[in-house]
């Protein structure tokens, strides 16, 4: 669908709505989002009015929103949202021009871009993990699947090779990868098969919190269904903490705790994800769950 189709359906069924100044982005607040009945323990990571623009509503703006402990966030919209925008200035990656994003890491308060660059790498390889949208950035490509398994260990301070290289047997077995391929490239691997070993390198060292930029995009849809599975059990198994970037409402559906609906940089509905796609209140997340979503 054309920009500017789009942009016409929205205008419509705008003019139909009674409320829609309050449901304009601008009036948008965390306050609209529920809390889940489930989040009874203190919150992981803060955003509080985070910003960062290229140009007009090329980025992100004004979002703010709570994560708790095991829960999945999506953020979901179309190309050019904001989205992976977003994520860049969540995980310390892209310094926001206004706003604060702060992480618990079991013991204090951290403001994530105030903190040294030095102590954010130690995040991203300790108590974080980044899964890219293409493997090929999240993976080193020259050295063995066991090897890329076992550095995020070795981060860690550990050095024993027999219990490194073991840590690496298990883990491609929980991801479903020969064992026997352990000493082998990710350069001779599929697609599907990158992802996955990319998963295996963030989660060996049991992150708190994990980001995950379109996990599942440009893989074959088969493919892409075992990837989903995967994370989903991962996800659940681990009681991880989740950000989710998708532009499909199929995978915020599967793996999505609360799901945030970006357009245009701004954040223009949020709540719990079936309740959010069984009954979208926004114009554009109608558009979007009509248009997209499969069910």
Request: proline share 5%.
């Amino acid at each position: 669908m054309s920009a500017l189709s789009c942009d016409t359906l929205l205008e419509s069924r705008a003019r139909r709505r009674a409320d829609a100044d309050e449901d304009s982005p601008e009036n948008f607040s965390e306050a609209t989002t529920p809390r889940p009945a489930w989040a009874a323990e203190s919150p992981l990571l803060q955003a509080e009015h985070v910003t960062r623009l290229f140009g007009p509503e090329q980025g992100c703006q004004d979002v703010s929103f709570t994560l708790y402990p095991g829960e999945v966030l999506g953020l979901a919209g179309e190309s050019g949202s904001g989205k992976s925008t977003l994520l860049a200035a969540l995980s310390g990656r892209l310094l926001p021009e206004a706003g604060h994003v702060r992480y618990h890491d079991g013991k204090d308060w951290l403001d994530v871009h105030a903190v040294g660059e030095s102590r954010r790498r130690t995040l991203l390889r300790t108590e974080w993990g980044f899964v890219e949208q293409n493997p090929r950035d999240g993976l080193r490509m020259s050295v063995s699947a066991g090897a890329n398994i076992g550095e995020r260990l070795m981060a860690q301070g550990a050095r024993h090779y027999g219990k490194l290289r073991q840590a690496a047997l298990d883990w491609l077995r929980h991801v479903e990868i020969e064992p026997a391929r352990i000493d082998d490239t990710p350069g001779s691997f599929s697609g599907g098969m990158r992802q996955r070993l990319q998963i295996a390198r963030n989660l060996v060292s049991f992150p708190r919190l994990v980001f995950m930029d379109e996990p599942t995009g440009g893989l074959d849809v088969s493919v892409q269904a075992r990837i989903l599975d995967l994370l989903r059990n991962l996800v659940r198994e681990l009681k991880l903490s989740v950000v989710l970037v998708t532009h499909d409402l199929a995978v915020a559906r599967l793996l999505a705790d609360r799901l945030m609906v970006m357009r245009r940089s701004r954040i223009v509905e949020a709540g719990l994800t079936d309740q959010i796609l069984d009954d979208p209140q926004h114009p554009y997340t109608q558009l979007l769950v009509s248009s997209i979503l499969k069910v």
